[in-house]
């Protein structure tokens, strides 16, 4: 589709509102965005460079001492930024970066290695030492000295056979974690002074409504930069405001976007200056500590955060590495939010994005936004060989319909009217502002292809920097713009497709199936009215929530007051009833089909009706469905007749949608798709169990494969009390983009609330219908592999009914030959979808990378939350082919082959004695440890098939943030909230940071823990939950009541904060310390050893090194 001809066009007269106007030096923002940090007026220079985006190019150079003991240490790197000469024509300087390494230095034997001290550099320095705590500091070296020697470490071995157990037995979904990485940042300096050449009179195209203009952005000359040490700063000169209106450009609205505010938890704490230690309130006799050690202090130090020496059934006799000198997230999160201080602009190739945890504001100027687009690494590989040795995954997370900040733009809207999007005519890669045009705008050089389909003429390569015989793209007429002096045409500021890295197009009827235009989507509603749905009552709680709620939610374009969504009513058990809902009738009426052989929907008119013309007819529905079955005694029910009634509704209707179906137990009626228990959890954690997460059978796949190809999608609610096969039946929602949603022995009292708010998100996210993505490559490289919730009938498209804001998938690039080194590569990804107003649309997302031959300049360009988003998704998919232990030991050996290649290439002069860990990839060893210990990968048997299928979907289709929710949970403090500083400033994943005296949460982005010590205070227990002591508190039943007081008022915010954070609505569970159920809780806690024998953090790095010196030797 995305690769059809594109349609013949006429030219038409020039537009009234391009005449020849002045140009303000810089594009600009609303007065509404100002930041005070943006200076109101730039100089304006007479010479405006063309924007050709610099090469980028990283040198790097390390140093290590050579100690005859056996160290554990950092060292920095050096930096070096030089500036290559540019083009007379086309000048393109290079920026060379580098970033720091951390260096971990550990001895393998069985003696008593002796580990001493010594200086340190300040910028993100880790020192593992036995620990006397010796601080002493002059000018930017810090220094840590002990004399207390540490016994040598057995490495577990038995973390490899067994993975972590979560407890399920509430209803949750098992073990998630939360994970950010560091990443050193390319940073450009403030942009040269330019002026822009006058406009001329010429044929232009209209912009849908107002939209803020790109009248002059800045030039894309960069001065090299130097730092050292280096710092990851965002440090870049933000755009002035003030800027006129322009009538030939508007901003699509706004989607109101998740902003993770954890990272701003520090702002106004020191910055880390040494090891991340938290001293806390003393705990009760009899808790185990590490011998000669005292509470660690410092300037990073949290009120209310507990020693190492906290309550724990687990000892560290074999430690040899103190927890608190290792890299960990929370300190890598308060540093790069803290460099954080201005816009982060995307104008030069391989500009390396802030981690995806922290809060930044991008500012697109050529590259589209990271939220939309990551890359594994922002410089590319010149050859394939390279990433053998390397090991370094080259893929992309894309989530093309991504929320952004509020005081982001959303990507403006297109129309060119009859001629359609502007393509290249061989590679059908569309505009993008890497185009170069040529003859006084005549033509345009494709950056993807270099060629097109019009003649040959001499021209400028801008792959190879020289002039050689080349194809070229001629600019259709209605589309022509004179250049300026600089080789830029006229209107580039003003054309959202020339300037930005990401925009949308309205599409023509080319683009439309039968190349017809298609009608808005409606939502069809198919309720289970079995015996155990009405007992249970979830089928009143449905229909009322419909009535009185829902239907006043259902999603609508941002310009428009109504939605014109329609829908659709069904009941079913043993029989599927329709309902005719049309606004002529006074009373609904209900037809019965019996016959599920050959399904079909009797209702040609008034099955689907719009809420606002039939709401009257709707609500008497709604009203009786509960009554009519309230006495049913039927216990059997179907599933897959119901789900391809709703796609031959769509298909009658010829439009899109969504089929929201609501089960409550296993189909076991006589019909297609019947299923039987094949529930053994005996097989769980052993080479058998794919049996178990595999199909029963492909009926459901198939099903699921025609919703994405007629653009519709089904979302399943399961309401189960015993096993209901989600492996089989969620095979429709995970092929059509779909979701599963799954609430075990559901209860109104329990649940009722969490049903509604996710059914309200799932309204209001923004979700494309009958969509198709296509990602372009420039030559030399090329898409092969994809993973995500999707169908695909060839190898190049994805297809997808429905995909949302919280959907991502990942695409792993391949080389087909070398690539020039320090040139740049690029990267289009196309997404063709229908919107919720009906309109056929094409979003175009454009990024820009380097390419390189160096190690020393890959690594600093490594983006951790994108690798480790592939890794997940790649372990995921193996588990219906590979046993769990050859997946974690592939995954494993992975990490152990990058950290190693960067010890041989970069860090040669270093002892065998010592870990090398680049600054980039420091976290991978914990996002590992908690990557094979999760129940999502490695199942046991306290985790039922269902739950562990249900992780495994949501792994394949999660964002790179709803990834490390999962891999690293976020831990709060409750007991000192203060209302000024909420959130509070995180604490580490490990229960030797928890005290008595303390009240703690713990949430992964699907469920949500609190936890009570023994010691907490009746007066803290009284004011948050209303009762007189603990002793009265039910895990699953106790909650937080709206009580008048600070404590109620803090924790509440918190948790309404940290929920609207998360894609879905995360039920709480209140743990106290001893509980019989705590240990479960533990699991969540990745830091410390696994329930079943998961290596711990600290065991896991005496692991990842043994295997590094193995490969080495």
């Known amino acids: 589709m995305l690769a059809g001809p594109r349609p013949s ?7 009234q509102s391009m005449q020849q106007q002045p140009q303000a030096p810089y594009p600009m923002y609303p007065n509404q965005f100002q930041s005070p940090t943006v200076p109101p007026n730039f100089p304006v220079n007479q010479q405006q460079p063309p924007i050709l985006p610099p090469n980028f190019s990283g040198s790097q150079h390390y140093q290590a001492p050579v100690s005859s003991n056996h160290q554990i240490q950092s060292h920095p790197q050096h930096h070096t930024s030089n500036q290559q000469p540019s ?72 973390f490899m056979q067994q993975g972590t157990i979560t407890s399920n037995q509430f209803g949750a979904p098992p073990t998630f974690s939360n994970a950010q990485f560091p990443q050193p940042q390319q940073q450009p300096p403030p942009f040269p002074n330019q002026s822009s050449a006058s406009m001329s009179c010429v044929p232009q195209y209209q912009y849908l409504g107002s939209q803020p203009p790109y009248n002059n952005a800045p030039s894309s000359s960069f001065a090299p930069i130097s730092q050292s040490p280096p710092a990851t700063s965002y440090s870049q000169q933000p755009l002035p405001l003030h800027y006129p209106n322009q009538p030939n450009f508007y901003t699509a609205p706004t989607k109101s976007g998740s902003q993770l505010n954890g990272p701003n938890a520090y702002s106004g704490q020191p910055p880390p200056s040494g090891p991340n230690t938290h001293p806390a309130q003393p705990l009760s006799s009899g808790s185990s500590s590490y011998s000669g050690q005292q509470p660690p202090s410092g300037p990073n130090t949290y009120p209310g955060q507990p020693p190492s020496s906290g309550p724990t059934q687990q000892t560290y006799q074999s430690q040899r590495i103190d927890p608190d000198m290792v890299p960990n997230v929370v ?64 893929a992309l997370a894309i989530s093309p319909l991504a ?34 045009f040529i003859d006084g705008g005549k033509r345009f050089i494709c950056c993807f292809c270099e060629a097109a389909t019009d003649g040959m003429i001499e021209n400028f390569s801008l792959r190879e920097n020289s002039f050689s015989p080349i194809t070229d793209t001629t600019v259709p007429p209605e589309y022509f713009n004179h250049l300026d002096h600089s080789g830029r045409r006229m209107d580039w500021y ?31 509603f198919m309720i289970d009215v079995s015996y155990n749905s009405v007992r249970s009552g979830l089928v009143e709680y449905i229909c009322h929530i419909l009535k009185n709620e829902l239907l006043n939610y259902l999603p609508r374009d941002k310009d428009t007051e109504t939605s014109n969504v329609r829908v659709g009513f069904a009941t079913f058990d043993k029989q599927i009833h329709f309902y005719n809902i049309k606004n002529t009738l006074g009373q609904p009426q209900m037809m019965i089909v019996s016959d599920l052989e050959d399904i079909f929907v ?19 529905l709604l009203d009786q469905i509960p009554q009519s079955f309230a006495n049913t005694q039927e216990t059997e029910t179907i599933l897959a007749p119901v789900i391809q009634s709703g796609i031959q509704a769509f298909k009658e209707a010829n439009c899109s949608g969504k089929i929201y179906v609501f089960s409550t137990t296993l189909p076991i009626a006589v019909a297609p798709g019947k299923l039987s228990n094949r529930d053994d959890k005996k097989l769980l954690g052993t080479d058998k169990e794919k049996t178990l997460l595999a199909p029963a059978n492909n009926i459901f796949t198939k099903l699921g494969e025609e919703c994405a190809q007629h653009g519709c999608a089904v979302d399943l609610f399961v309401f189960p009390n015993n ?15 779909g979701q599963t949603y799954k609430f075990n022995y559901f209860s109104i009292e329990n649940d009722g609330e969490r049903l509604l708010d996710d059914l309200k998100r799932n309204f209001q996210r923004a979700t494309a219908f009958d969509a198709l993505m296509r990602v372009r490559t420039s030559a030399g490289i090329r898409p ?19 995909i949302d804001s919280d959907k991502s998938v990942c695409v792993e690039l391949k080389h087909d030959d070398k690539l020039p080194v320090e040139s740049n590569t690029y990267i289009q990804a196309a997404l063709l979808y229908t919107s919720i107003s009906g309109q056929r649309r094409l979003r175009i997302l454009t990024l820009a990378l380097t390419v390189t031959s160096s190690y020393t300049s890959l690594y600093p360009a490594c983006d951790l939350d994108t690798i480790m988003n592939y890794i997940t998704k790649v372990a995921v998919r193996s588990i219906a082919v590979s046993t769990p232990k050859s997946i974690r030991d592939s995954i494993i050996t992975q990490s152990a082959n990058m950290l190693a290649c960067y010890r041989k290439n970069c860090a040669q002069s270093t002892t065998a004695g010592q870990l090398i860990l680049p600054e980039t990839l420091k976290l991978l060893p914990v996002y590992v440890t908690s990557l094979i210990k999760c129940d999502g990968l490695t199942g046991t048997q306290t985790v039922t098939t269902d739950d562990r299928t249900l992780q495994m979907h949501r792994l394949m289709s999660m964002n790179i943030k709803g990834t490390f929710a999962y891999l690293y949970p976020r831990v709060f403090a409750l007991h000192n909230l203060e209302e000024d500083k909420i959130p509070p400033p995180m604490i580490r994943c490990s229960y030797d940071r928890f005290s008595e005296t303390g009240a703690y949460v713990i949430e992964n982005g699907l469920v949500m823990y609190i936890w009570l010590g023994s010691q907490l205070s009746s007066t803290f227990v009284q004011s948050l939950f209303g009762i007189q002591t603990s002793s009265h508190i039910q895990a699953e039943k106790c909650r937080i009541v709206d009580l008048d007081n600070p404590i109620s008022r803090n924790v509440r915010a918190l948790l309404n904060l940290i929920r609207n954070e998360r894609n879905s609505y995360m039920k709480s569970f209140v743990i106290q310390q001893r509980d019989s159920v705590e240990p479960f809780f533990k699991n969540y806690l990745i830091e410390d050893k696994g329930f079943t024998g998961g290596a711990s953090y600290v065991d896991f790095l005496y692991h990842l090194h043994r295997e590094i010196r193995n490969i080495l030797q």
Not at 9 to 15: H, K
Not at 784 to 801: K, P, Q, R, S, V
Request: include cysteine; hydrophobic fraction near 30%; aromatic fraction near 10%.
């Open 723 to 737: 096993y209901i096969d989600l492996a089989t039946i969620s095979e429709v929602c995970r092929v059509s983009g």
């Open 87 to 158: 083009s007379s024509q086309f000048p393109s300087p290079s920026l060379n970066y580098t970033g720091p390494q951390q260096s971990l230095q550990a001895q393998f034997s069985t003696q008593q290695p002796n580990l001493t001290g010594m200086q340190q550099p300040s910028v993100g320095p880790f020192s593992l030492q036995p620990p006397t705590h010796s601080l002493t500091s002059t000018g930017n070296q810090q220094q840590y000295q002990s004399q207390a020697s540490i016994m040598p470490t057995e490495i577990n071995q038995t």
């Open 331 to 394: 300190q890598v999160l308060e540093q790069s939010q803290e460099k954080i201080q201005e816009l982060f602009i995307t104008n030069a190739p391989g500009s390396i994005p802030p981690l995806a945890a922290t809060d930044f504001v991008c500012q697109d100027q050529g590259s589209c936004n990271p939220r939309y687009i990551r890359s594994t690494t922002y410089t590319i590989p010149y050859a394939t060989d390279m990433i053998k040795q390397s090991h370094i995954p080259i």
């Open 9 to 15: 066009f006429n030219s038409g007269p020039p537009s």
């Open 784 to 802: 092969i592999d994809f993973l995500g919730n999707f169908y695909m009938t060839n190898a190049t498209e994805m297809i997808f009914g429905t």
């Open 494 to 524: 003003q054309r959202p497709e020339l300037c930005l890295g990401s925009y949308e197009v309205l599409a023509t009827k080319q683009y439309c199936k039968d190349e017809k235009w298609p009608e808005p989507p409606a939502f069809i």
């Open 602 to 620: 009797p209702l040609l008119d008034g099955f689907l009706g719009s809420p606002l013309e039939s709401r009257s007819v709707i609500n008497s």
């Open 403 to 436: 929320n952004l900040r509020s005081d982001e733009f959303e990507p403006p809207v297109a129309n060119f009217g009859e001629i359609g999007p502007i393509r290249c005519h061989r590679c059908k890669a569309y505009m993008c502002s890497f185009m170069q």
